[in-house]
């Protein structure tokens, strides 16, 4: 895709994720990063999960 003036910023990301917490003490963590430097493997280590991502279609 490459950085263009469209995918950064935070319209890139706005697409009406709504996030709702359970308490108001849990906390919203995001890992945000290039592709292929390890941000599905921290979340799977955190979590103890096995979750695939990916871009699709």
């Known amino acids: 895709m490459g950085l263009s003036r469209d995918s950064v910023g935070i319209k890139s990301v706005d697409l009406g994720l709504e996030i709702k917490k359970r308490k108001d003490s849990d906390k919203v963590i995001a ?10 493997t921290v979340f799977n280590q955190l979590t103890g999960m096995n979750q695939h991502t990916g871009w699709c279609c």
């Open 31 to 40: 890992l945000a990063g290039n592709p292929n430097v390890g941000k599905s």
